[in-house]
């Protein structure tokens, strides 16, 4: 009897590890893998095993938490089923081939805390939608190919810390109701086609380190406000249109001479500022 207890327990703990996510799931991680060509793949998968085995995705309580397939080789677009994988909290297809625009069902992805993007060729709007996904704490989408205005809705992500747009082909400005980001501490959005004055929101984000707002169009004067940001260790505005030329700076503390007037405008330099 003993015996066939043991026998039947071992069997149950074997069936729970190895069960299999829901089908739904399953053909999403499949309908990626269709539509980004996973046969090419740097590490490809074997759509005849158990998911949790498959590169890059991670499985807990029968459920895909994670996606990492960055530096994969991932060529196409991305399919709309990817809402279907409600459970997921990180998205990295970082460093691929991906084009295409951003399917708009990926605001089915209510626990997503990391979405991670960067270095593809995704083209067209950042979708509005993006703005429900209130757990995100990362938003990383520089170096695609995205056009059109910051949606204002990104500003209802009150959780995120990192917002990395740069180097696409957004324009307008960046928007007032920037300063609901009370967590953020990086902000980029350099190497795009923003234009307006940078707005003085900005210095109420009291948890920035990271400001890069290079190489755009914007225009005005820096808000003198920011020398209360004293989290604030780098900041990058030249190359823009402002009234003054100002230098990069890289420090630990927020420098008063970042208001200095450069006699070049295309001048830029990195100083490092010891701590008072």
Request: hydrophobic letters at 40%.
């Amino acid at each position: 009897m003993k015996t066939l207890k043991l026998i039947v327990a071992c069997f149950l703990v074997s069936a729970y590890s190895f069960a299999n996510v829901s089908s739904i799931e399953k053909e999403a991680l499949i309908a990626i893998y269709n539509t980004t060509n996973g046969s090419e793949w740097n590490v490809t998968w074997d759509l005849t095993t158990s998911v949790d085995t498959w590169h890059g995705v991670q499985v807990e309580d029968n459920k895909i938490v994670e996606i990492n397939l960055q530096f994969n080789n991932l060529q196409g677009t991305l399919p709309s089923e990817i809402g279907n994988l409600i459970n997921l909290r990180k998205f990295n297809l970082g460093f691929n081939k991906i084009t295409g625009e951003l399917p708009v069902t990926i605001q089915n992805l209510k626990e997503l805390t990391s979405l991670e993007l960067y270095m593809n060729a995704l083209e067209g709007n950042i979708p509005s939608e993006l703005g429900t996904l209130k757990n995100l704490e990362s938003l990383k989408l520089y170096s695609n190919k995205f056009s059109g205005n910051i949606p204002t809705s990104l500003m209802e992500l009150t959780n995120l810390k990192e917002l990395l747009l740069g180097s696409n082909f957004l324009t307008g400005t960046i928007p007032n109701q920037i300063y609901a980001l009370t967590k953020l501490e990086k902000l980029s959005l350099m190497d795009n086609k923003m234009d307006g004055e940078i707005p003085v929101e900005i210095a109420q984000l009291e948890n920035l380190e990271e400001l890069l707002l290079s190489t755009n169009q914007f225009s005005g004067d820096l808000p003198m406000e920011f020398l209360n940001l004293k989290k604030l260790n780098t900041i990058m505005v030249s190359d823009n249109n402002l009234n003054n030329d100002f230098t990069t700076f890289s420090g630990n503390n927020p420098p008063d001479l970042i208001f200095m007037e450069l006699q070049n405008q295309s001048a830029t330099a990195t100083m490092d500022i010891e701590k008072e």
